[in-house]
């Protein structure tokens, strides 16, 4: 039986471009015109296939995720590491959704959590609230298992490895402690720096832990040993490695420094504007780009190797801008507060031509975000719904 669906519309239009006379260039994206979505939230839709460059033009919205009583937005949400689960804080309540059949797993108190994430065997949701305190649920059912003080001079900045289960905090003092959620146990407690700790990041392999602090520096540790590899001199914002790890890029309230760690060395310093990468700081995962967003009025896609932007995403940059990689990193995902969700083709790629398609979500939007598995796509209303968009079976799957 052909299963209904409630599809979007595709806008196809090339960004950058200043004469749009002979259309824009091939992109993968087929110009289809498709019915715009309601208010009504739609019967859920299995995807049976993951969103391609190739397929893109078929998206549309399999259903909708609520949340019970007075709904708030989304505002820190995770996938579990198999794509199956949605978890989320809203003003509220800690969430978890079925990304299978759109169920409602369980919803319980907030706690003041500000933070989420799901344990390597998916089993446990930990949330991390602003006084340092990690609480373990189960992930079926919610229940608190155990709270654990991580930290009480927590200062906000935290990384979470989601293959080991890591999780890093920054406090006040200086300090930097790493933890073995699953395990309830410290692992190392490092005297970092000689201010508070801003912002930490873990390398792809969780190896190494660079750490930046407010006395202007970034270091790199090997965390396990206590061990300093790299102190380097800049005052970070945000802190990201390459997927290769050989690259540390360092946003700081006008520039992103990209930095040869091992080497001390700083080799390219990439002009971002006040507050250009606020909100956005990350390496597609072939490391061809690093994006970069936030108060500046665009979005930057730059070569990491040379230094170059490759391009400019127009308009979209605002005090809330998100952007993330397909995990192929052929396709980009955005979504500034009041404006539309876009994709943008990154197949082809040239200082004046970027190909974009614009969903009509029917509604205002704070975030979009992939499955691990690259089969959905999350966009996050401001008004506390969460859209799910995938491609929908054929009508002779059905």
């Known amino acids: 039986m052909m299963r209904k669906v409630l599809l979007c519309a595709l806008l196809l239009a090339a960004a950058c471009v200043p004469d749009l006379s002979q259309g824009p260039p091939a992109t993968g994206f087929a110009p289809i015109l498709r019915d715009a979505p309601t208010g009504t939230p739609v019967a859920w839709v299995e995807s049976q296939t993951a969103i391609t460059l190739e397929n893109a033009s078929q998206l549309a919205r399999l259903g909708r995720l609520d949340a019970p009583e007075t709904p708030s937005t989304v505002f820190a949400h995770v996938f579990s590491p198999d794509g199956t689960r949605l978890a989320g804080l809203n003003n509220?309540?800690?969430?978890?959704?079925?990304?299978?059949?759109?169920?409602?797993?369980?919803?319980t108190d907030r706690a003041g959590a500000l933070k989420v994430y799901y344990a390597p065997d998916k089993d446990e949701i930990y949330t991390l609230d602003d006084g340092g305190t990690l609480r373990i649920h189960d992930a079926d059912t919610g229940a608190l298992k155990e709270e654990i003080e991580a930290h009480p001079l927590f200062g906000g900045a935290a990384a979470y490895d989601a293959d080991n289960g890591w999780l890093a905090l920054g406090a006040t003092n200086g300090e930097v402690k790493v933890w073995d959620a699953?395990?309830?146990?410290s692992l190392a407690t490092i005297k970092a720096h000689a201010a508070q700790v801003?912002?930490?990041?873990?390398?792809?392999?969780?190896?190494?832990?660079?750490?930046?602090?407010q006395d202007g520096r970034v270091k790199v540790w090997n965390w396990r040993e206590r061990e300093l590899a790299?102190?380097?001199?800049?005052?970070?914002?945000?802190?990201v490695f390459s997927p290769d790890a050989a690259q540390l890029a360092v946003a700081t309230s006008a520039l992103v420094e990209l930095w040869d760690w091992k080497a001390g060395e700083r080799k390219r310093i990439l002009q971002t504007g006040v507050g250009g990468a606020a909100d956005v700081l990350l390496y597609a995962p072939d490391g061809r780009f690093?994006?970069?967003?936030?108060r500046a009025p665009n979005t930057n896609l730059w070569n990491p190797q040379t230094g170059d932007l490759a391009t400019s995403l127009p308009g979209v940059g605002s005090d809330s801008t998100t952007a993330a990689f397909s995990s192929d990193g052929?396709?980009?995902?955005?979504?500034?507060?009041g404006q539309p969700v876009s994709l943008w083709n990154l197949a082809e790629v040239s200082p004046t031509t970027l190909a974009r398609a614009d969903l009509?979500?029917?509604a205002q939007t704070f975030e979009a975000d992939w499955t691990p598995d690259g089969?959905?796509?999350?966009?996050?209303?401001?008004?506390?719904?969460?859209?799910i968009w995938g491609i929908p079976p054929h009508e002779s799957d059905g």
Not at 92 to 107: D, E, I, Q, R, S
Not at 198 to 213: E, H
Not at 290 to 294: A, E, I, M, N, W
């Open 230 to 239: 790299a102190d380097l001199q800049t005052q970070p914002v945000r802190l």
């Open 330 to 337: 052929r396709l980009l995902v955005t979504a500034v507060l």
């Open 198 to 213: 801003v912002a930490v990041a873990f390398t792809p392999d969780g190896g190494q832990l660079a750490t930046g602090g």
């Open 290 to 294: 690093l994006v970069s967003g936030g």
């Open 92 to 107: 509220a309540h800690l969430l978890a959704w079925n990304l299978l059949t759109g169920a409602l797993v369980f919803y």
């Open 375 to 387: 089969f959905l796509l999350a966009i996050f209303e401001t008004a506390g719904p969460v859209q």
């Open 182 to 185: 699953a395990a309830r146990q």
């Open 360 to 362: 009509n979500t029917g």
